[in-house]
Nanobody
Framework: QLQLVESGGGLVQPGGSLKLSCLAS????????IGWFRQVPGKEREGVSC??????KTNYVDSVKGRFAISRDKNTVYLQMNSLKSEDTAVYYC?????????????????WGQGTQVTVSS
């Protein structure tokens, strides 16, 4: 019954910023950990960031530490992306896990959005 919809992607220049949103419907997110993942053609899906159900604990892949920030508020989870690089270009997905703590492995997650394209280019 849980549905996730991403938004906020688009074309941005290197060094720019985007804020992605993951809107949930059909169920409350109170008991779900949420992860953001990204995928480039020809490569496996990569965990970018995740946040615990309470919002009290977050994880980031090393390549985005200091640039990205994950947060949550009621039925929406956000990924603020700053100082974007061309290497950040990918389809970004949000996913929900029916556990309190989050992990950075895609196989652990139960629900997925359809993805939003982020392109970083001059």
């Amino acid at each position: 019954q849980l549905q996730l919809v991403e938004s906020g992607g688009g074309l941005v220049q290197p060094g720019g910023s985007l804020k992605l949103s993951c809107l949930a419907s059909g169920s409350t997110l109170d008991y779900y950990a949420i992860g953001w993942f990204r995928q480039v053609p020809g490569k496996e899906r990569e965990g970018v960031s995740c946040i615990s159900s309470s919002g009290g604990k977050t994880n980031y892949v090393d390549s985005v530490k200091g640039r990205f920030a994950i947060s949550r508020d009621k039925n929406t989870v956000y990924l603020q992306m700053n100082s974007l690089k061309s290497e950040d270009t990918a389809v970004y997905y949000c996913a929900a896990l029916s556990e309190a703590l989050c992990v950075m492995t895609s196989g652990a997650y139960d629900y997925w959005g359809q993805g939003t394209q982020v392109t970083v280019s001059s």
